[in-house]
């Protein structure tokens, strides 16, 4: 399978939305990934239901929505609602993980869960085979354009294989400090979708640069 890119909306220029959500709609990208943080979860807020509603039918790319708030359960079907393809909810926010997971699918839409740097592979053991997807954060969540954990390489490789022993389906994602070079590794290592915020918007060739990673 072809790599899948999902360029991030936070590293956007917020004064010209549509003009970078047009680009994303021009180029080979496969996703467009929201971040949607609340300010408590992570120390950071950015924006919510009213920017999705704006951009929700301009953007022709499945919204690929990564949830980082505390009790997401309260919100999953506002965001079916908003036209989300792929709902990420944080294993450390999720107190009844199966629950979520289950509520997630009956709103009809594809279900991931997110694990922070620090939360080990062997939390998904029970729950692998009933996600679509599951996103390993390469940096602390919360803020763009920071440098790649390195050993998300090994967690990577470590998902793949539990992925295989389960006979699971879940595409593995990773969100941060993606550029060529750590994006290249971690195809090597197992990842089938890669996030890439500042890489692709602060580029000065965006429709390349995200050419350029999906032949990775």
């Known amino acids: 399978m072809a790599t899948l890119i999902a360029p991030s909306l936070l590293a956007a220029n917020f004064a010209h939305l549509q003009k970078d959500i047009e680009m994303i709609n021009q180029s080979t990208a496969?996703?467009?990934?929201?971040?949607?943080?609340?300010?408590?979860?992570?120390?950071?807020i950015s924006f919510g239901f009213p920017v999705i509603e704006s951009i929700k039918d301009i953007c022709q790319k499945p919204l690929d929505v990564h949830l980082m708030i505390v009790e997401p359960d309260k919100f999953i079907a506002d965001f079916a609602t908003v036209g989300t393809y792929m709902l990420n909810?944080?294993?450390?926010?999720?107190?009844?993980?199966h629950r979520t997971i289950q509520k997630i699918k009956a709103a009809n839409m594809k279900a991931a869960v997110t694990l922070n740097p620090h939360t080990p592979i062997c939390v998904l053991q029970d729950i692998i085979q009933d996600?679509?997807?599951?996103?390993?954060?390469?940096?602390?969540?919360?803020?763009?354009?920071?440098?790649?954990?390195?050993?998300?390489l090994q967690k990577t490789a470590d998902l793949k294989e539990l992925i295989l022993?389960?006979?699971?389906?879940?595409?593995?994602?990773?969100?941060?400090?993606?550029?060529?070079?750590?994006?290249r590794q971690l195809v090597e290592q197992?990842?089938?979708?890669?996030?890439?915020?500042?890489f692709v918007f602060a580029s000065t060739n965006p429709l390349q640069t995200i050419a350029e990673l999906k032949k990775l």
């Open 30 to 44: 496969d996703w467009l990934h929201l971040d949607i943080m609340d300010g408590v979860f992570v120390p950071n």
């Open 89 to 97: 909810v944080h294993y450390e926010a999720c107190t009844h993980l």
């Open 131 to 152: 996600v679509d997807m599951v996103l390993l954060m390469s940096v602390n969540p919360g803020y763009g354009g920071q440098k790649f954990i390195t050993n998300t």
């Open 165 to 183: 022993k389960k006979n699971a389906k879940a595409l593995i994602q990773i969100d941060g400090g993606v550029n060529l070079t750590t994006g």
């Open 190 to 198: 197992g990842a089938d979708v890669l996030v890439a915020g500042s």
